[in-house]
Every structure is written in C-alpha cells, then in structure tokens.
C-alpha cells in the first residue's frame, strides 16, 4: 500500500465567520478589511468594485478575494521600505454581504513596482467548490503605455489580455469582474 498526499478540502464558506466577521455584523474583529486607506499615505484613493461570476454569468454569493498591492510610490509594504508607514497593501472583502454578490476596496491607486510591471494589484480567490485558491491580477485600463510594456500582460493574447483590465466606472472607481470558467474566463496564475 503506498501512500500518497492527502487530496485538499473545500475551503469554504466560513469566510463570514472566520475571516470576514465585521462585514457580516459578527462581534469579532477583521485582520483584514476592505479598506485599505491610510491618512498617512498621499496617493490617488480609488474604488475597485466587482463581482465573481460562475460560467453562465450569475454572481456567486459567497466568495472571499484577498487583494496585494504596492503603495502609491510602488513599494511593498517591508521592513526595508519605510516609506510606506501604516499601509500593508492587504485587503480582504466576501461577496455575500453587498447587494449582487458585489465586493469593494477602498485603496490608493498603486504605483509601479519597478519600469517594466505596469501598476497592478495581485487578487487571490477563496470559494466554495475550489479546492484550492487561484490568484489573478487587475490592470488598470488608463495605464495603456505601462500596460503596453508589462511582461506579464504582453505574454497573454489580446483576448486573454482583457480580462485582467479594470475599466474606469467613475471619477475614482474600477470595475473589475471575475469570471470564473466560460467565455469570458478571467486568466488564472498558477503561483
């Protein structure tokens, strides 16, 4: 008899309860939020809004995505960086408590990390029925020139390309959808 690895578990839908509390009114305390903003940190705030969608186009209610992401200068929250004084660059927000499965961030604007990588936010996706988590990442859709030369988005073809874009939807808002499977199926790193 050989033993092999044990196969994952779903890894939901706890996010209420455990990882999300405050959003759905539990007396617990988030780690993280959905909003991210800092009144030490200068930088264009935004608003990154969306929805998970299953392969026929329906929201599904309860997804959890964590977001990443450098400060408005480009730089990671490290101990190396102290420019960034109390912005972690980490969010979380379920899509069960907003109206359509909807879920939110309230951030700054990134810079770019470095002159190749157009500005982005790293997202990750927690559901019920994935085994494991998928990440993904969100471009911004009036960065054309950064776009033009990220390594990343210039690997893709232009369709598979779009669906990592994030249109504007205001003054200071995105809109950025996740398709799961079909059509329009947003590309899916495997990390």
Same mark, same amino acid.
């Given at each position: 008899?050989?033993?092999?690895?044990?196969?994952?578990? !779903?890894?939901?839908?706890? %996010?209420?309860?455990?990882?999300?509390?405050?959003?759905?009114?539990?007396? %617990?305390?988030?780690?993280?939020?959905?909003?991210?903003?800092? #009144?030490?940190?200068?930088?264009?705030?935004?608003?990154?809004?969306?929805?998970?969608?299953?392969?026929? *186009?329906?929201?599904?209610?309860?997804?959890?995505?964590?977001?990443?992401?450098?400060?408005?200068?480009?730089?990671?929250?490290?101990?190396?960086?102290? *420019?960034?004084? *109390?912005?972690?660059?980490?969010?979380?927000?379920?899509?069960?408590?907003?109206?359509?499965?909807? %879920?939110?961030?309230?951030?700054?604007?990134?810079?770019?990390?470095?002159?190749?990588?157009?500005?982005?936010?790293?997202?990750?996706?927690?559901?019920?029925?994935?085994?494991?988590?998928?990440?993904?990442?969100?471009?911004?859709?009036?960065?054309?020139?950064?776009?033009?030369?990220?390594?990343?988005?210039?690997?893709?073809? #232009?369709?598979?390309?779009? !669906?990592?874009?994030?249109?504007?939807?205001? #003054?200071?808002?995105?809109?950025?959808?996740?398709?799961?499977?079909?059509?329009?199926?947003?590309?899916?790193?495997?990390?």
């Amino acid at each position: 008899m050989t033993r092999g690895q044990t196969p994952s578990q !779903t890894v939901g839908p706890f %996010f209420a309860y455990g990882l999300t509390p405050e959003q759905y009114g539990y007396a %617990f305390r988030s780690l993280a939020g959905a909003d991210l903003r800092d #009144p030490a940190v200068t930088g264009r705030e935004i608003v990154i809004e969306g929805q998970v969608l299953d392969g026929a *186009g329906a929201p599904i209610p309860d997804a959890m995505i964590e977001i990443w992401q450098a400060d408005p200068e480009g730089r990671y929250a490290a101990p190396r960086d102290r *420019g960034n004084r *109390g912005f972690t660059g980490f969010g979380r927000c379920g899509t069960g408590s907003a109206e359509e499965g909807r %879920f939110y961030f309230k951030t700054y604007k990134p810079g770019a990390v470095d002159d190749r990588q157009a500005p982005h936010i790293s997202l990750v996706v927690f559901m019920r029925g994935l085994l494991s988590h998928v990440y993904t990442r969100l471009y911004f859709a009036d960065e054309t020139e950064a776009n033009a030369r990220d390594p990343l988005l210039t690997s893709l073809e #232009p369709a598979r390309r779009e !669906t990592l874009i994030a249109e504007p939807s205001g #003054p200071s808002a995105y809109r950025f959808d996740i398709h799961m499977q079909g059509e329009r199926e947003t590309v899916f790193f495997d990390v």
